[in-house]
């Protein structure tokens, strides 16, 4: 290749873009890449699939800026958005190392991908180095019986980072292994618990291979509509008033066991009564955790739960959070 073109090409912003199943684990992820001390800077982009954003909190405190896409999928809805955001960060020459995009969980990988070949203004400033799909070696069986999302971003993924690996036996582990090589036999597999992966094995790898996409999907390059499975929904709720931190939990354990099969993803930034701190709640199914991730810092003190599931009930849903308040009376 002549000189000039390697100059060029090494010229362009390198962007990954990180994708995965509700729940899968990107969002951990993420923030261990924005938390290692690899003396790069990246501009990141979050999308979220919902009324009311949640995952802008849940990204760690740090000098990147972060722009925060919500009410859509990153593939559908919002791409013009994408491609003002990435735009306006190309008026910025010099400023970061790359771009990070975090796609929601029911996006299909391919139409973001598409964006950066398509589009001239950014393919000329922009090169895309990886597809990054973070899959839950728990749940991913049933993710391929129910979505066709969750096959599609392993199709795409240059990298799979087979994560929560630590709650499955070897057994397991080599089976999931196996369903994912039936649909990608190309990309690189990294087994993980909780997203914890050498991040210089992740960024600027310049694994994106165009041709390998287009023998999986040759219109990969023609423009056309996106749509999601019409039964997946997405719920948002504020509560005002701090939480009591036992009517939450009573009421959280309670709907998971009951709906956890329809509730692919839950998450929020709670408020709780006494405490200054916020406290990030996140589930998958009916498995559910959540800590303190820092004091709250002069911004409204206001509770916000997201729900992305199937045959979800709004009026019920909306009662029984509002009901967590403190103080507050249980809903009729």
Not at 42 to 53: D, S, T
Not at 252 to 272: F, H, N
């Amino acid at each position: 290749m002549p000189e000039s073109v390697v100059d060029a090409t090494q010229a362009l912003i390198p962007v990954t873009v990180l994708t995965g199943y509700l729940g899968a684990g990107k969002t951990t992820l993420l923030n261990r890449i924005l938390s290692e001390q690899h003396g790069r800077k990246y501009a990141v982009v979050i999308n979220e699939f919902g009324e009311l954003g949640v995952d802008n909190d849940l990204v760690v405190d740090t000098d990147e800026e972060v722009f925060e896409m919500n009410n859509g999928c990153i593939c559908c809805t919002v791409r013009g958005d994408l491609i003002r955001i990435i735009g306006a960060l190309m008026k910025r020459k010099g400023r970061f190392d790359g771009i990070i995009i975090e796609t929601t969980g029911l996006a299909n990988p391919a139409p973001v991908a598409q964006t950066f070949f398509v589009d001239d203004n950014i393919k000329s400033r922009t090169r895309l180095d990886a597809i990054i799909t973070v899959v839950d070696a728990k749940h991913l069986p049933q993710r391929l019986a129910d979505s066709s999302e969750a096959a599609e971003q392993i199709a795409f993924a240059d990298t799979i980072v087979l994560n929560k690996i630590d709650l499955v036996t070897p057994a397991e582990a080599d089976a999931v292994e196996a369903l994912i090589r039936g649909i990608n036999r190309t990309a690189r597999i990294i087994r993980a618990e909780k997203s914890n992966v050498d991040i210089s094995a992740l960024l600027n790898q310049g694994a994106f291979d165009l041709s390998r996409v287009l023998e999986h999907l040759p219109s990969f390059l023609e423009t056309d509509e996106h749509s999601h499975n019409d039964d997946i929904a997405s719920m948002s709720f504020e509560a005002k008033r701090p939480l009591d931190p036992e009517k939450f939990n009573a009421w959280i354990g309670e709907l998971l066991a009951q709906k956890g099969q329809d509730l692919l993803r839950t998450k929020g930034i709670l408020s709780y009564e006494g405490d200054d701190r916020r406290f990030a709640f996140q589930a998958v199914h009916m498995i559910a955790d959540g800590d303190f991730i820092g004091p709250w810092k002069g911004e409204e003190r206001t509770s916000r739960i997201v729900f992305i599931g199937r045959n979800l009930n709004r009026p019920q849903l909306r009662r029984g959070f509002e009901a967590c308040q403190a103080d507050s009376k249980a809903a009729d």
